[in-house]
C-alpha cells in the first residue's frame, strides 16, 4: 500500500502478521502518523519517493 504524507514523502507501507501481539507506529520525519497499530498485525516502511534533504538519509522515519 502507498500512502503520500502531508510533507510529501511517498512511502510504500507493508503488513506482517505476527502471533504475538506489538503495538507500535510508523512517524515520518515530519512528524505525521503514517500507520499505527495495536494488534499482532504490523508495519514496515519504505521510502519510494522523498524530499532533498532525504538525500543520504538511509531513515527518514521512526519507529514506535
Given at each position: 500500500?502507498?500512502?503520500?504524507c502531508?510533507?510529501?514523502?511517498?512511502?510504500?507501507?507493508?503488513?506482517?502478521?505476527?502471533?504475538?501481539?506489538?503495538?507500535?507506529?510508523?512517524?515520518?520525519?515530519?512528524?505525521?502518523?503514517?500507520?499505527?497499530?495495536?494488534?499482532?498485525l504490523?508495519?514496515?516502511?519504505?521510502?519510494?519517493?522523498?524530499?532533498?534533504?532525504?538525500?543520504?538519509?538511509?531513515?527518514p522515519?521512526?519507529?514506535?
Open positions: 500500500m502507498e500512502t503520500t502531508k510533507c510529501g514523502r511517498i512511502w510504500r507501507l507493508t503488513d506482517h502478521k505476527f502471533i504475538v501481539r506489538d503495538p507500535g507506529a510508523i512517524i515520518c520525519k515530519c512528524g505525521q502518523t503514517l500507520q499505527r497499530w495495536r494488534g499482532s504490523t508495519w514496515s516502511a519504505e521510502l519510494v519517493n522523498g524530499l532533498p534533504e532525504d538525500e543520504g538519509n538511509p531513515t522515519c521512526t519507529y514506535e
